[in-house]
């Protein structure tokens, strides 16, 4: 166990706590913040044990936290009723596609703005920013529109990904990302591989590339993210049900009367794995990332 | 005339480079948002027939959505989405990132846990707490309130506390990012600035008021604006969880837009409720910026 005396100073300092009073202090924070925590995941693991609830337990009176008893075979249950496997694919189709356009065209965009600088690029840079805060709502019905009957190649893509794809590209935040990035990358480097013959596509794909893997991680790893939780356009693109993202389909499956509410719990348990699990594994990276973007968002 | 086409030549090739490359990003860009934008404005000013403009209308779409009785309503509705997201949570993320950073056991836990909610795709967020909210006893608050032998409360059904409600789980499910912001901001401050407060034999309230709050303002500031901008366009939340009900008492203007634009077929209308969106936030947007540039300015 730590010692107050390890602590750093900030509001409160090491000396201060030594003082009944601020140990009190002190530890009514540290209730206080139990109580949140438990306050932050007490609904979703609601939800799990939920689905886990035999169907007969759902209206049981008095109604339990708890289910009765676990069984695999709710899972399996579940599983068999909501036939995700068509949308978890699709789902999937749509996180590496977000993240090959995202990285490919965010970032020679990016490395671009930050270091060629051809002319015009302040002035493309300026539109950047700006359309980084622009509200949105007044180009929902254009941009469906466009999805119908994209312009000049007159193709429709409704029911494709590309549509979100090509979404998931248009990521002011994530150009600025890599603009910054790039902006911090020494320039001493760049001259010395110049002098050495190399050109522009060579410098970025063995100099900035191999210094850029921290934050291609965190884009990729936010791109995934975003495709297992957005909702909207996939939903007005994406009409075929085999087609169709994890949410938009748990988001449908929510005015099916034949769900049960055990099941429909076990399902949205099913959505929040493949987040978690990246999650688990990229904690540290994901956290991290707040950082990189964050205040100067 | 060698000369010039040697400059023109020397110009290309500075150029022509770094076009090829950012190509695709402006391409995109273009087609996904700038093209989008500006059309929404002209064809807000069109008799639109489905998703095809018709013929100039002018201002009539415009008029139309004002004059529907319940435009009142609905932009009260986002109004008060607004303020009671800032009531509820505007000032917590603050006080957790303060709170963690004055731990020493498990600051790392609170911090994981607390930002755990922010993980989970939005819509099972949403969806998880219309369950909660659930009317009948197997919802997780009226189990919660009958074994104190209250309820069941009607939570979501009751229109007086509808935004309320959904603000509440708003809250809970995005509380975690601007914790960290905050907490990272906390992280920048030098101990030695508080040492040399202590020093002086400043009170804790002191050293939170002359320390800590002049190095947070900046940031509070633009988390203030960036909520309001983000909740004024609430949209998936009333679709998610009330289908914007009951009775319309949690439309918001974003959720209105849709029902116009994708579900009642008024696309007409829904472009110019857009427009109308647009200029009311046009204004945040353009302080934001100036402010964004102080605060950079700044630190």
Redesign the interface.
């Known amino acids: 166990?730590?010692?107050?005396h390890?602590?750093?100073?900030?509001?409160?300092?090491a000396?201060?706590l030594k003082s009944l009073r601020y140990k009190i202090l002190?530890w009514v924070?540290?209730g206080?913040?139990v109580l949140?925590?438990l306050?932050?995941?007490i609904?979703?693991i609601?939800?799990v044990l939920?689905g886990f609830k035999g169907s007969q337990e759902?209206?049981a009176?008095?109604?339990?936290?708890f289910p009765k008893q676990f069984s695999l075979i709710s899972i399996y249950d579940a599983w068999q009723a909501l036939q995700f496997g068509p949308n978890i694919i699709s789902t999937l189709i749509v996180s590496l596609g977000n993240v090959a356009f995202t990285l490919?065209?965010?970032g020679?965009?990016g490395?671009?703005?930050s270091r060629?600088?051809?002319?015009?690029?302040k002035t493309?840079f300026v539109?950047?920013v700006?359309?980084m805060?622009?509200?949105?709502?007044?180009?929902?019905?254009?941009?469906?529109?466009?999805f119908?009957d994209?312009?000049v190649i007159h193709v429709n893509m409704m029911n494709s990904y590309l549509p979100l794809w090509?979404?998931a590209?248009?990521n002011?935040f994530n150009?600025m990302l890599f603009k910054n990035h790039f902006d911090s990358v020494s320039m001493a480097l760049v001259e010395a591989a110049r002098l050495d013959g190399c050109n522009?596509i060579r410098i970025?794909s063995s100099i900035m590339v191999p210094l850029s893997v921290p934050i291609i991680a965190f884009v990729a790893i936010t791109c995934i993210?975003g495709a297992?939780?957005e909702?909207?356009w996939p939903y007005?693109v994406l009409n075929d049900v085999k087609l169709q993202t994890?949410?938009v389909r748990?988001?449908l499956l929510?005015s099916k009367p034949q769900i049960k509410?055990n099941t429909y719990?076990m399902g949205?348990t099913f959505?929040?794995v493949p987040?978690?699990v990246?999650?688990a594994i990229f904690?540290k990276k994901?956290?991290g990332g707040?950082?990189i973007g964050?205040?100067?968002g | 005339m060698n000369k010039r086409r040697g400059k023109i030549t020397s110009?290309f090739k500075?150029?022509?480079?770094?076009?090829a490359?950012?190509l695709?990003?402006?391409v995109?860009?273009y087609?996904?948002?700038?093209?989008?934008?500006v059309?929404?404005?002209i064809?807000?000013l069109f008799k639109m027939n489905a998703?095809t403009p018709v013929e100039f209308a002018g201002l009539q779409n415009y008029v139309e959505v004002v004059t529907e009785p319940q435009f009142l309503t609905v932009l009260w509705n986002t109004v008060q989405y607004v303020l009671w997201s800032l009531v509820v949570g505007f000032l917590p993320p603050l006080f957790?990132a303060?709170?963690?950073?004055?731990?020493?056991?498990f600051r790392n836990?609170?911090?994981?846990?607390?930002?755990?909610?922010t993980?989970?795709?939005?819509?099972?967020g949403y969806?998880?707490?219309?369950?909660?909210y659930y009317p009948?006893?197997?919802g997780?608050l009226n189990?919660l309130l009958?074994?104190v032998g209250l309820g069941p409360f009607q939570w979501l059904n009751d229109g007086k506390f509808t935004i309320l409600f959904i603000t509440i789980s708003m809250t809970?499910k995005d509380l975690g990012?601007a914790m960290?912001?905050y907490y990272?901001?906390?992280q920048g401050?030098d101990?030695s600035l508080?040492?040399a407060a202590?020093l002086d034999g400043a009170s804790?309230m002191q050293?939170?008021r002359y320390?800590?709050f002049p190095r947070l303002s900046g940031?509070m500031l633009l988390c203030f604006i960036r909520q309001i901008?983000a909740v004024f366009?609430v949209?998936?939340q009333p679709?998610?969880m009330t289908s914007g009900g009951p009775n319309g008492a949690s439309t918001s203007?974003?959720y209105q837009?849709?029902q116009y634009?994708?579900v009642t077929g008024r696309?007409g209308q829904?472009?110019a409720?857009?427009?109308v969106?647009?200029g009311i936030?046009?204004i945040f947007?353009c302080f934001?910026?100036v402010l964004n540039k102080k605060?950079?300015d700044n630190?």
């Not at chain 1, 390890?6 to 300092?13: C, M, R």
């Not at chain 1, 060629?116 to 690029?121: E, V």
Request: overall charge positive; some cysteine.
């Open positions: 166990m730590k010692r107050f390890t602590k750093e100073t900030s509001i409160l300092a000396t201060d002190y924070l540290f206080i913040l949140i925590a306050c932050s995941v609904p979703t609601w939800a939920f759902i209206y009176v008095p109604t339990t936290f490919v065209i965010c020679l965009g490395y671009v703005l060629l600088k051809p002319k015009g690029a493309i539109i950047v700006w359309t805060m622009m509200p949105s709502h007044v180009r929902m019905v254009p941009l469906f529109m466009e119908i994209f312009p090509l979404m590209a248009a002011s150009i522009n970025f993210n297992w939780s909702f909207f007005l994890l949410p748990i988001f929510k509410m719990m949205l959505a929040c987040p978690a990246l999650f904690q994901i956290m707040i950082n964050g205040v100067k | 110009f500075k150029n022509a480079g770094g076009w490359l950012m695709p990003m402006v995109v860009l087609f996904m948002i700038w093209r989008p934008q059309e929404g404005f064809w807000s998703y957790i303060m709170m963690i950073n004055e731990m020493v056991h836990g609170f911090k994981i846990t607390i930002y755990l909610p993980i989970i795709p939005a819509i099972v969806l998880i707490w219309y369950f909660i009948d006893g197997a997780l189990m009958a074994k809970w990012g960290l912001l990272a901001a906390l401050i101990p508080y040492e202590i804790v050293r939170i320390v800590t940031i901008i366009q949209m998936e679709m998610a203007l974003g837009l849709y634009g994708f696309t829904a472009l409720l857009g427009g969106m647009f936030l046009i947007t934001y910026f605060v950079e630190t």
